[in-house]
């Protein structure tokens, strides 16, 4: 088995400055760390992990707390995405993540206990509504934290930038000479759907156009099931809107669904829009016009922002909105 004293001995440096390198010490050149790496992976170097934990004194592992409201976890497209990025960005540090159930030995626990039972380093919470307490109280503890999708003044968030998406998909669809534009929003209890309804009035407003009350529908927690319900009511208007923008692309292809089911054609009819660009949205028929939001980049975002509170071992605050970008396919079309 090949040990730290054989890394030294083939490179000629010191154990010390092998030590350094492999637990990401930052007093080291970039010349020297490039060496030792180099020969801690042609000689197939595996560290004992857990003297690495006595030296380091760190348990080189992150929690991961997933916390969605269609009850799918990490299935869901967008959050599932996200998570992979993230794991990518600390899995090249040397760290692995674990992610929780609330028992332990049979036991309820909470994420907190759960966590502090675990020794973790940090944790990264995936989360979309305000409302889990179990999250607040994780927050609010000294451990690292950083937070996606949703708004937090007690640590790190990142998110993409829900209202120029809003501005993107309204300005598109007004472009195209739609002024009757609906909007099928998510949950007021998500973060992002609060902000993209938010983004959509601003955006509706900075154009001149009226926004009927009925024209703004919730759809719930982001599901097909509830896009179907939602388009369902708009479809029954007396003036009925001649495009759509949804808050989400489940939402979307929801509404899609409910336009097909009344012989209505899209963009013909109606024009839709919706917000992730998840896998499938190129694929339905019609492709789907929607905002992306760039997951590799939110899961990098949060990989630094975490790993920089546990390396230097201080508390601290930082937002990193990220940007969006609209995505046009054959979803929309001019109005009749």
């Known amino acids: 088995m090949v040990t730290i004293y054989d890394i030294a001995k083939k490179t000629g440096f010191s154990v010390t400055t092998v030590s350094k390198v492999l637990n990401n010490y930052s007093d080291v050149s970039e010349k020297t760390k490039k060496a030792i790496k180099a020969a801690v992976e042609e000689m197939d170097y595996l560290p004992n992990s857990h ?86 109280e994780l927050i609010e503890d000294p451990i690292p ?49 609060e902000q993209r309804k938010k983004g959509f009035y601003q955006a509706m407003k900075a154009l001149n156009l009226e926004v009927p009350d009925e024209y703004v529908v919730n759809g719930d927690y982001f599901s097909i099931e509830g896009g179907a319900r939602a388009m369902k009511s708009l479809l029954e208007l007396k003036e009925r809107p001649t495009a759509v923008y949804a808050a989400g692309d489940s939402l979307a292809m929801g509404a899609m669904n409910a336009i097909h089911e009344q ?19 190129q694929y339905i ?31 601290y605050i930082a937002c990193t909105q990220v940007p969006v970008e609209l995505i046009i396919r054959k979803s929309t079309g001019p109005v009749a």
């Not at 409201?69 to 869901?76: A, C, E, F, M, Y």
């Open 51 to 136: 003297a690495r934990t006595l030296t380091t004194k760190k348990s080189w592992t992150i929690g991961v707390v997933f916390i969605e409201s269609l009850g799918i976890g990490v299935k869901h497209p967008f959050f599932n995405a996200v998570i992979e990025s993230f794991r990518q960005e600390v899995e090249i540090e040397g760290y692995d993540l674990l992610f929780v159930s609330r028992n332990i030995s049979n036991q309820k626990k909470s994420y907190l206990d759960h966590f502090r039972y675990r020794g973790v380093d940090g944790v990264v919470i995936v989360c979309s509504t305000y409302d889990d307490e179990q999250v607040k």
């Open 145 to 193: 934290t950083v937070v996606i999708d949703m708004s937090s003044d007690q640590s790190s968030v990142v998110y993409s930038d829900n209202y120029e998406g809003s501005r993107l998909a309204v300005n598109h669809l007004h472009s195209l000479g739609h002024t009757r534009i609906a909007h099928i929003a998510g949950h007021d209890s998500t973060f992002a759907g």
């Open 263 to 281: 012989g209505l054609r899209i963009p013909e009819d109606l024009s839709v829009v919706g917000y992730d660009d998840i896998e499938l949205a």
């Open 285 to 315: 028929h019609p492709a789907l016009t929607t905002i992306r939001q760039q997951t590799d980049l939110i899961g990098q975002e949060s990989a630094k922002l975490l790993l920089k509170q546990i390396d230097c071992k201080e508390s």
